[in-house]
């Protein structure tokens, strides 16, 4: 299994590494549709786009109201996991064994439960976000291929996911890339 890491590992340094020659065999400029053998480079930060556009935030509020829904369920179960803890400790000094035993075996089956519950909720929170953000971002694409083609960038860059760690504010164009696709999905929300 390492080898196969090492190797992904070595194979993407390899890809970077060439990357990084022929970008800096080229003149690098920043401005988009200079096309005199320069290189144009854009960022785009996807973080931005997702919180500041109009299907984002209204994600976001589906994404909200979800985790509140699972949150007030959550502490209905706690409470239950309260009460039967109370009626084991009250039960102790008054119950039979037998009728101790049925409510320590609720309570054990309640705590299970919840459990249960934790783990679905948080899988069903994560597949909800990442099917909502896979939508957005195939979307999104399309529109920053155009502006990409349009304003013949050479390379578009995820501004925090690339391993980039320095860009001009001049090269970033995320709000052009914002402004296009809240147009193009006015009315969806």
């Known amino acids: 299994m390492r080898t196969g890491r090492k190797t992904t590992v070595r194979s993407f340094g390899s890809l970077w590494l060439g990357m990084c020659?022929?970008?800096?065999?080229?003149q690098i400029s920043a401005?988009?549709?200079?096309t005199s053998g320069t290189t144009s480079v854009g960022v785009i930060d996807v973080q931005r786009l997702v919180l500041e556009s109009a299907k984002g935030q209204a994600v976001l509020v589906k994404l909200r109201n979800l985790t509140e829904q699972k949150q007030a369920e959550a502490e209905a179960i706690q409470r239950e996991v309260r009460d039967l803890q109370a009626r084991v400790q009250a039960g102790r000094a008054s119950l039979s064994e037998e009728r101790l035993a049925e409510v320590e075996k609720s309570l054990e089956d309640k705590i299970i439960e919840y459990q249960r519950f934790e783990d679905d909720a948080e899988r069903e929170m994560q597949e909800q976000q990442a099917g909502a953000?896979?939508?957005?971002?195939?979307?999104?694409?399309?529109?920053?291929?155009?502006v990409g083609e349009e304003l013949q960038y050479t390379v578009i860059f995820n501004k925090?996911?690339?391993?980039l760690l320095?860009?001009?504010d001049e090269v970033d164009i995320t709000d052009l890339i914002?402004?296009?696709?809240?147009?193009?999905t006015a009315g969806e929300n």
């Not at 020659?21 to 080229?26: E, G, H, V």
């Not at 401005?31 to 200079?34: E, K, L």
Request: negative net charge; aromatic residues 10%; glycine residues 6%.
């Open 178 to 184: 914002l402004e296009r696709y809240n147009a193009a």
């Open 31 to 34: 401005q988009p549709g200079d």
């Open 21 to 26: 020659l022929a970008l800096s065999a080229s």
């Open 160 to 163: 925090f996911s690339s391993g």
């Open 133 to 146: 953000f896979a939508e957005i971002e195939n979307e999104m694409m399309p529109i920053i291929t155009q």
């Open 166 to 168: 320095f860009a001009m």
